[in-house]
């Protein structure tokens, strides 16, 4: 047995999250205000019930009170011309109906009594009903807008998320190129001060030394060419000049 209660409790337990989780307040609301109409409906018809068994009986009391009066004649007229065995059989049935008279006034009443009941709990449960459409429709306009607030709040919090993790990969990215730049400038610094070797030109140290070298001999070579062609230029120049006599470098 304790291990069903238990498991009931469990189970009572679980369904009571499922059905908050479903229930909505404002159809409970709207659900509960019918029942109220409803219950204000019955008792306005208890009303109407009660107001036309009156006006009924009140009816037949003016068919009675109209029988009595003419009872009445009746007997005045028998009792002039000497019938009074006449006169007497009306007088026992105007008694006879002025006792149902009597009857209908005390139902008449009785009736009364209760509509004057229904009518006061029917304004009361009006005013009931109203108090409670009007603090309903406040109750689920709040909800509403709560509701509304909440999903407006989630859709900020999943746009939020989603841009820090786009902020994330943007950092990561700039990051990853200040990196990058650092890096190749760095690499080309190097490169000009001679610390790295450039491999993209296929030649090792050693052909790199004999094309230096090469280079060298080529420009002293040159240089040599230079030197020599400008000493026989300055030769021929020398000679020139001894060849003329001392009249040639006078003016006419």
């Known amino acids: 047995m304790g291990l069903l209660s238990r498991m009931e409790t469990v189970f009572k337990s679980k369904m009571n999250k499922v059905l908050n989780r479903m229930e909505d307040p404002r159809e409970t609301l709207d659900y509960s205000y019918e ?26 009391k003016a068919k009675l009170l109209q029988s009595n009066e003419k009872l009445e004649k009746q007997a005045r007229d028998a009792v002039a011309v000497d019938r009074e065995d006449l006169a007497r059989l ?33 304004k009361r449960l009006s005013t009931k009903v109203e108090i409670f459409r009007t603090k309903k429709e406040s109750i689920k306009a ?20 989603e841009m820090a993790d786009v902020g994330l990969a943007l950092e990561r990215a700039e990051n990853k190129t200040e990196e990058m730049k650092a890096r190749a400038e760095a690499i080309d610094e190097l490169m000009e001060a001679g610390t790295l070797e450039d491999l993209t030109g296929g030649r090792d140290d050693i052909e790199r030394e004999l094309a230096k070298i090469s280079t060298r001999t080529s420009v002293e070579s040159e240089l040599a060419k ?27």
């Open 226 to 252: 230079l030197k020599a062609e400008a000493g026989k230029e300055s030769g021929k120049i020398k000679t020139t000049e001894e060849g003329k006599g001392p009249e040639e470098g006078k003016e006419v």
């Open 142 to 161: 709040q909800y509403s807008a709560a509701e509304a607030q909440v999903k407006i709040n989630e859709s900020v919090t999943g746009i939020s998320e």
């Open 35 to 60: 029942k109220q109409l409803e219950l204000l409906q019955n008792v306005k018809k208890g009303v109407a019930e009660v107001t036309t068994s009156k006006k009924r009986l009140q009816l037949q």
């Open 90 to 122: 009306a007088l026992e049935r105007k008694a006879a109906i002025q006792q149902q008279v009597d009857g209908i006034d005390m139902e008449i009443a009785e009736l009364e009594k209760q509509e004057e009941k229904l009518i006061a709990a029917e």
